[in-house]
């Protein structure tokens, strides 16, 4: 079987280019206030004096880490192998122009003197690479063509557009799509491997930092783990009891599962709907805060301050309190959660954006209906079993994240992630069509 390296360093050659282009002319991207927070629980991480006050541009208190420690550490990896050096002023320069929030002197001290911000950039373009990397390799590990797994890893990773961007920006995005692929690449490996554990256990290893980057993948690992639990039960006799433990504990699992994520429900879902909350207070402040900012999908996080202030709770007491009114809500107005997360999830699978009448819609039309074409391929029947597994991930996900967090907060950066996936499959479904075709052309006998 000829080997795909020529097509694997074309490959890494595009994508690199791409990147350094990247790199040359474009500064790190802190526009988005979730950088603030976690440049924070970086520096609480690593012991810096960070004080409780609130942050004057997050609004959450400067030492709350968010119970999310994987891309604090990540940030926290740049800056130690940029020996702690400083952003180069003229990068801070170039930022600010475009970035006024760079000017709070909180932030603005760490950037001068021991936070890079240029490493992060620099080692995220590297996780870009790697990622182009591994989505070739899964790309040819399901059909054996060159030429498919350059422009599918291209298209999907190296080339994307939204790749490019997130890799320069402070966000968890770069760092939890690249976990993904690497915990399907690992059971991928483990599947080639007959199950082999060191593949397994890496993989699980992968999915746990996936879920510590991005709460929303909690139920990878222990999905990975009764699924390779119940694989080894298949390999041997002597281990034909996992499956028996299998059994007893998937009920287990998905009472704890359900329970978590019916804690988790989130007061986004009711951001535009005041009177869904029973409280009068929390009415009242929604309310004037819609008002003055009709429309703000983001009123929950931004009414937090003032709530703590009207109810005298803490922010701890606060974010407590706001999910026992949300729990309430549910009962009061079902139907504004039902709503929220059906469109959701169309949201995460539509994650471009529809806005009629104009290019970029006819834009995120295609790469949508792409999505679902990739998503096809979990009902085709000699699609590979790897590829049904990533996409039934997928679409856990966005169960997921559609129930938990509902349309109003951004699913197009919760689906990112998985976009890559879902392109990966689009690619095999178009090639495995022309596999049909080819093999149908070849069976018409010919006329005379």
Known sequence: MKQPYNYLLATLILALMARMWVFAHKVPDLNDKDGFAYL??????????????????????????????GYPLFLNTAFALAKWSPTPLSVLERMRERQPRLNDGWHWQFFTTKENLRAVQFLQHFL????TVIAFWLLWEWTKTGWLATLGSLFAVGWRPAW???????????????????????????YRNRWSLIWMVAALVVSYLLALTRPNFLFLPPLLLLYFAWRLSE?????????????ALIPLVLIVGCWKTYYAISAYHFALTPEAFENSILR?????????????????????PTLMERWGTSWAETGA?????????????????????????????FYAGISWGSFRSLISLLLALFNLLGLSAILLRN??????????????????CSVVIGVYAEQARYAFPTEAILSLAAFWVIWHLMQLMRTKLSQTPATP
């Open 284 to 304: 009242q402040t929604l309310q004037e805060h819609l008002t003055r900012n009709p429309n703000d999908h983001h009123s929950i996080p931004h009414i937090l």
């Open 321 to 349: 309190r706001l999910a026992e009114e949300t729990r309430k809500a549910l009962s009061r107005r079902p139907d504004v959660f039902l709503k929220s997360t059906l469109s959701g999830l169309v949201e995460y699978f």
């Open 164 to 190: 490019l961007f997130f890799e320069r920006c402070i966000l968890t995005e770069t760092l939890a799509a690249f976990l993904f692929l690497a915990t399907l690449f690992f059971f991928v490996q483990a």
């Open 40 to 69: 924070n629980a970086a520096r609480v991480l690593r012991g810096e004096d960070v004080p409780a006050v609130m942050d004057n541009i997050v609004r959450f208190p400067r030492n709350e880490t968010l119970g999310r420690p």
């Open 128 to 131: 870009g690479l790697l990622a």
């Open 383 to 400: 699609s590979p079993l790897t590829l049904k597994f990533a996409l039934g991930v997928v679409i856990f996900n966005a169960l997921a």
């Open 235 to 247: 390999q041997s006799v002597q281990l034909r009891w996992l499956r028996k433990v299998v059994i």
